[in-house]
């Protein structure tokens, strides 16, 4: 167990419909980041948020997006869903935002499939 | 940009066998390099990391030096497991460089006994 949390662990939709994906950081950390697990583009990075504030950008549409709050869990939102948005969507955490030497610890995933 | 390079899967091998997976990496600044491992179902979980250059990081059995001269992290286990069938992921991540990690592809592993 990582400690970090997602929920829920499954989603199915349908096309043009707007979800919301969940997600709790280990105790401690205030870096969070969203990544995309598919099996055309592999491991691909979204975004980072650090203690309420983005930090970086990665290859996110403009149909999603995703917000921290006060409490330090996070939300990524993805709207009007294409067919190409089902994946694997991983949360991760670490404690500071930008050292290369600490461990991102990843969730169990949110599986997201769009009918 | 920066990459990841893994060899491709999958690789399937008897339990006991000697496991290396290929790992090599471009990086225009100074990266620390990581293995996770990600099981049937799972998320992904940290198995070991290296921060610098000649530094080995092991865990469970598995080792990885990280060779600056080669730009190389490659994952190898002596013996092993049926339970050490999953998917492997090499990784990096470079301070300034957005901050996340950079995955290889991945390579799948099965083990029969």
């Known amino acids: 167990d990582s400690g970090v949390t997602q929920t829920p662990k499954h989603l199915i939709t349908a096309t043009g419909q707007r979800v919301t994906l969940r997600c709790s950081p280990r105790s401690g950390d205030l870096s969070v980041y969203w990544y995309q697990q598919s099996l055309d583009q592999g491991l691909q990075f979204l975004i980072q948020y650090y203690n309420g504030e983005e930090r970086a950008k990665g290859n996110i549409l403009e149909r999603f997006s995703a917000q921290q709050f006060p409490d330090l869990h996070s939300e990524l939102n993805l709207s009007s869903l294409e067919l190409g948005d089902s994946a694997l969507y991983f949360c991760a955490s670490s404690p500071r935002w930008d050292s290369s030497t600490d461990t991102q610890y990843f969730g169990p995933g949110t599986r997201l499939t769009v009918l | 940009g920066d990459s990841v390079t893994q060899m491709e899967g999958p690789v399937t091998l008897s339990e006991e066998a000697f496991l290396t997976i290929n790992c090599t990496y471009t990086?225009?600044?100074?990266?620390?390099l990581f293995w996770y491992v990600q099981y049937p179902g799972e998320g992904l979980q940290l198995l070991l990391k290296a921060t610098k250059a000649d530094d080995k990081g092991s865990n469970k059995g598995f080792e990885a030096t990280y060779r600056k001269e080669t730009t190389s992290f490659h994952l190898e286990k002596g013996s092993v497991q049926v339970s050490d069938s999953a998917v492997y992921f090499c990784?990096?991540?470079?301070?300034?460089?957005?901050?996340?990690?950079?995955f290889g592809k991945g390579t799948k592993l099965s083990v029969k006994p």
């Open positions: 990086a225009t600044g100074y990266p620390s």
């Open positions: 990784a990096l991540r470079v301070v300034g460089s957005q901050g996340n990690l950079i």
